[in-house]
């Protein structure tokens, strides 16, 4: 049963909000009670406050203080539960010895809060970054390629962020786009440079092997499909695989894929030669009937680490210089984002 991932989050948010929610009333009633009621609850405090706490150490806690690079935004939702799920846990077992019924309604409001707090800012921000296309087995998949348990040593993402990747940030807004030879694909070798116009340039650095990627094509064709009229330039520079067989493997990703046939069929690992490059961005056109100029970025992967593209990225080129830097991919990655700065450069020639 294919379930989208961004429903699950959003039922996830939902349930946290209703949690949140009815923790705050109950304290409310707590204080508004004319009895002491904090004999009654502080077995409630103290069990509930352990839970949460051991739970926030062997979990979030694990993953954050362990070091692991993994997606921004799932680290920032982690993040968020490493210091919603502990504090939590402290003001209950705090409220269970104070035993009286301030403290106890107080350790109710904060917990609420704690778990609003988790579901919009964590799971609800998550499920925004995600096409309404990526399915919940997928999402289990990469968590557990992330090493999500905090083993840093079994982490197929910490090994491909750290050999392709320094940081998250990209090159700033403002500042000269790096130059650098890319690889047409009939094997003539061009500056990236030569695609720079007074015109923006619309820069998507990806791979066929990334799948948050290939569930973004159909807004980003249609984005071109948009802008090309006001003289708007698209150029897709195909970087190293985002998830090849010999580095961050996701099992069975291809699998809703309309072109899948079989496992076999898809195991595609790093590119060794230009030719295999070559090979995956044909793969990439033809497959996902793709209609933007493709050029290929060299096997030494010089533009991918000038741009810090990996695994996918975009930006916007005005005049040589960077107009929009997007986050890094794969959550990051947002065609929409595009449209406004678009919109406000184009303006200028109306």
């Known amino acids: 049963m294919k ?25 409310i009633i707590i204080l508004t009670s004319n009895g002491n009621s904090a004999v009654q609850h502080r077995e409630i405090m103290l069990s509930l406050g352990a839970l949460l706490l051991l739970n926030g150490l062997i979990g ?67 499920s925004k970054t995600l096409p309404n296309t990526f399915y919940i087995s997928e999402m289990v998949s990469i968590f557990r390629s992330t090493g999500i348990t905090g083993n840093r040593k079994y982490s197929q993402a910490d090994q491909a962020f750290q050999r392709w990747t320094s940081g998250s940030e990209g090159i700033a807004i403002g500042k000269q786009a790096c130059d650098g030879k890319i690889v047409k694909l009939d094997s003539n070798e061009v500056l990236l440079s030569s695609f720079f116009t007074d015109r923006p340039l ?7 092997s990334c799948p948050h990627y290939r569930k973004r094509i159909g807004e980003l064709q249609a984005l071109m499909g948009k802008w090309k009229r006001f003289g708007v330039e698209f150029l897709t520079v195909y970087t190293a695989e985002a998830h090849a067989e010999d580095g961050w493997k996701l099992v069975q990703q291809y699998v809703n894929d309309s072109e899948y046939t079989a496992e076999v069929d898809f195991c595609f690992p790093y590119a060794k030669s230009i030719h295999e490059r070559k090979e995956m961005a044909n793969w990439l056109i033809d497959n996902k009937h793709f209609d933007m100029t493709v050029v290929l970025d060299t096997i030494e992967d ?3 680490k000038a741009y810090n593209s990996w695994p996918i990225r975009l930006y916007i080129i005005h005049e040589g210089k960077i107009a929009y830097c997007g986050d890094q991919g794969p959550f990051g990655y947002s065609p929409s984002s595009l449209d ?9 020639y109306i």
């Open 3 to 27: 379930i989208p991932a961004y429903v699950v989050l959003r039922v996830v948010s939902l349930t946290l909000i209703a949690i949140g929610l009815s923790l705050a009333s109950l304290s």
């Open 60 to 126: 979030p806690i694990r993953v954050v203080f362990h070091g692991v690079q993994i997606p921004v935004e799932i680290k920032r939702t982690i993040t968020i539960q490493a210091v919603a799920l502990p504090l939590s846990g402290v003001v209950f077992i705090f409220a269970g010895i104070m035993d009286t019924s301030v403290y106890v309604a107080l350790a109710y409001l904060i917990a609420g809060i704690c778990a609003i707090y988790s579901a919009i800012a964590g799971f609800y921000s998550l």
């Open 202 to 208: 619309v820069l998507n650095f990806a791979s066929y």
């Open 302 to 304: 010089r533009l991918l």
């Open 340 to 348: 406004p700065v678009l919109q406000k450069i184009i303006n200028k």
